[in-house]
């Protein structure tokens, strides 16, 4: 079992940047895809950024890549978001999840087994 715990949104202006850290318990990571999702009310859950745990290669969502940046510290034992240039329509809750392997693609949610309980971000104009 993993345990996921995110921290690090909140209430910013459009422009700013925010770090959000996704800290595992355990087990560690070091085996697991890490990924980022994000939600609004009413909506599907979104993919926004993944990192393999082979080789740390890197996937995006199109409307974060460029501004966004997902890396991982093994020995932390923990995965971060880096957002910058954030606009209104990031706002959203972001989930932090882990899977032991990906067999369709890093974008998909089922995918992934565990799943922290979020933390919100919130962009004003």
């Known amino acids: 079992q993993v345990q996921l715990v995110e921290s690090g949104g909140g209430l910013v202006q459009a422009g700013a940047s925010l770090r959000l850290t996704c800290s595992a318990s355990?087990?560690?990571?070091?085996?697991?895809?890490m990924a980022w999702f994000r939600q609004t009310p009413g909506k599907e859950r979104q993919f926004v950024a993944a990192?393999?745990?082979?080789?740390?290669?890197?996937y995006y969502e199109d409307s974060v890549n460029g501004r966004f940046t997902i890396s991982r510290d093994n020995a932390k034992n923990a995965a971060y978001l880096q957002m910058n240039g954030l606009k209104p329509e990031d706002t959203a809750a972001y989930f932090c999840?882990?899977?032991?392997?990906?067999?369709?693609?890093?974008?998909?949610?089922?995918?992934?087994?565990?799943w922290g309980q979020g933390t919100q971000v919130t962009v004003s104009s």
């Open positions: 990192i393999a745990w082979i080789g740390e290669k890197t």
């Open positions: 999840a882990a899977g032991p392997k990906i067999q369709g693609g890093y974008s998909d949610e089922t995918e992934y087994s565990y």
């Open positions: 355990g087990r560690n990571i070091i085996l697991y895809n």
